[in-house]
């Protein structure tokens, strides 16, 4: 789905988990078999009134030529529009923003940072409320795909008190082993809070479900509320419980990843 899947690579250890300072109480458990962990970059921003997509596009267009070409870590970065929604989402969109490791963002937050002509340009566009970076994990391959477009749902998740990362993760994995199987057109991520959260005793971690289009949500959708309510709740009732899942339109901004390696 709109080239993330450039970033999945299965097989990591927890351990990887506990050096980003993730987990919490579920910091309890052994290695298990999770994904591994990559960056994700999300900042919360709002257009100056007169301004809206096609200015932030014409800026995209100098961050790209700023960047150059792609590398096989590159950076790589997506705007959120949202499309379903409650007033609590106080911005005109996401811009998400992602690299294979921490060290390839690191490389592009110096260089973004390097240029404050870039900066001041886009500061004359939008203004950014919260800048936030999460470790995530996929759970689910999303199709190969070309698109540039895309939607993505967001739920924030709390795992139930007593509860261990030995519980969740194979119940993850078992999750988007039944979705495989139905044949769902989604990809699957989780993502821990890491960093510009501040307090997050709202929720442990954000679940994310991703798709090329509408007709492909609409087929989980619909196969969620025939029969796929039966498994979810085999596997995470009393496990984890989320809110209302919020939606969003998907654009490419940048492809920043070659398959070279």
């Not at 790589?76 to 106080?90: C, H, M, V």
């Not at 870039?118 to 970076?133: G, P, R």
């Not at 988007?176 to 960093?195: C, F, H, N, Q, R």
């Not at 989980?220 to 899942?245: I, S, T």
Request: charged share 25%; hydrophobic share 40%.
């Amino acid at each position: 789905t709109v080239s993330m899947k450039r970033f999945i690579t299965r097989g990591a250890s927890l351990c990887a988990i506990f050096i980003l300072g993730i987990g919490g109480a579920l910091a309890q458990d052994e290695e298990a078999d999770a994904p591994a962990v990559f960056p994700v970059d999300i900042w919360s921003c709002t257009y100056h009134e007169g301004k809206g997509h096609a200015d932030l596009d014409g800026w995209v267009e100098k961050f790209n030529a700023y960047f150059g070409e792609a590398t096989p870590d590159g950076y790589s970065a997506w705007r959120l529009t949202p499309y379903y929604f409650s007033a609590e989402q106080e911005f005109d969109f996401l811009w998400l923003g992602a690299a294979k490791t921490a060290v390839a963002l690191g490389k592009g937050h110096e260089k973004y940072l390097a240029n404050g002509e870039l900066i001041a340009d886009v500061l004359e566009i939008s203004e950014c409320d919260a800048h936030l970076n999460f470790a995530a994990m996929t759970y689910k391959q999303p199709p190969d795909s070309d698109s540039k477009t895309g939607i993505l749902d967001f739920s924030d998740c709390s795992v139930s008190e007593g509860k261990t990362w030995g519980d969740l993760n194979p119940a993850l994995n078992a999750w988007a082993d039944y979705l495989t199987e139905v044949g769902s057109k989604s990809g699957m991520w989780i993502m821990w809070p890491v960093y510009g959260g501040g307090d997050q005793d709202g929720y442990d971690f954000k679940w994310l479900s991703g798709y090329d289009n509408y007709v492909d949500w609409g087929e989980d959708y619909d196969r969620y509320g025939k029969e796929g309510w039966k498994k979810a709740m085999e596997l995470f009732e009393d496990l984890v419980e989320c809110d209302d899942a919020r939606l969003y339109n998907v654009l490419e901004l940048r492809d920043g990843i070659t398959d070279e390696e």
